[in-house]
């Protein structure tokens, strides 16, 4: 999965565009690729929506494959909400990149799932980008601009 990614990555380096990692109110993105640690290891699929120019809400699903939680079948899947901070503006970083901060409060299984996560966007052009994520939960993969 991480060649996938890897050449994803590649094909989409060549794109230029004005491409906006964050715009503020409004934006919306969404986020699929690998889990790779945190609850367990899977895959992973996020949204977010742009409430002003600094936070923006959503949520998530993640799908576990192995070394879930405890080793429980009832902790394959985290559902959860999700708040991000954007740095974009603060750091006055370029219009391709954004860092955010944020934490995922969801359910686990049974059971309560609360993580934190600092993570970045880089978009190759208008629509295609790539994001990491990495704290309680860890992902990586491609980034698309609604």
Same mark, same amino acid.
Do not use: C
């Given at each position: 999965?991480?060649? %996938?990614v @890897?050449?994803?990555?590649? !094909? @989409?380096?060549?794109?230029?565009?004005? $491409?906006?990692?964050w715009?503020?109110?409004?934006?919306q993105?969404?986020? $699929?690729?690998?889990? $790779?640690?945190?609850? &367990?290891?899977? !895959?992973?699929?996020?949204?977010?929506?742009? +409430? *002003?120019? %600094?936070?923006?809400?959503? =949520?998530? %699903?993640? =799908?576990?494959?192995?070394?879930?939680?405890d080793?429980?079948? /009832? *902790?394959?899947? @985290?559902? #959860?909400?999700?708040?991000? #901070?954007?740095?974009? /503006?603060a750091?006055? +970083?370029?219009?391709?990149?954004? !860092?955010?901060?944020?934490? /995922?409060?969801?359910v686990? &299984?049974?059971?309560? &799932?609360? &993580?934190?996560? !600092?993570g $970045?966007?880089? @978009? #190759?052009?208008?629509?295609?980008g790539? #994001? =990491?994520?990495?704290?309680?939960?860890?992902? %990586?993969?491609?980034?698309i601009? +609604?």
């Amino acid at each position: 999965m991480k060649k %996938l990614v @890897f050449m994803l990555m590649l !094909i @989409f380096a060549g794109a230029t565009a004005s $491409a906006q990692a964050w715009t503020g109110k409004g934006d919306q993105k969404i986020n $699929a690729g690998l889990s $790779a640690w945190g609850y &367990g290891t899977g !895959i992973t699929g996020t949204y977010d929506y742009g +409430l *002003n120019g %600094l936070i923006s809400v959503g =949520a998530g %699903l993640n =799908a576990y494959f192995s070394n879930y939680k405890d080793n429980d079948d /009832d *902790n394959r899947i @985290f559902v #959860f909400g999700r708040l991000n #901070f954007h740095l974009k /503006d603060a750091l006055q +970083l370029p219009e391709k990149l954004d !860092i955010y901060p944020g934490v /995922d409060v969801g359910v686990v &299984g049974k059971d309560f &799932g609360l &993580g934190a996560h !600092i993570g $970045a966007r880089y @978009f #190759f052009s208008e629509r295609i980008g790539v #994001f =990491a994520e990495v704290g309680n939960n860890g992902s %990586l993969g491609v980034s698309i601009n +609604l």
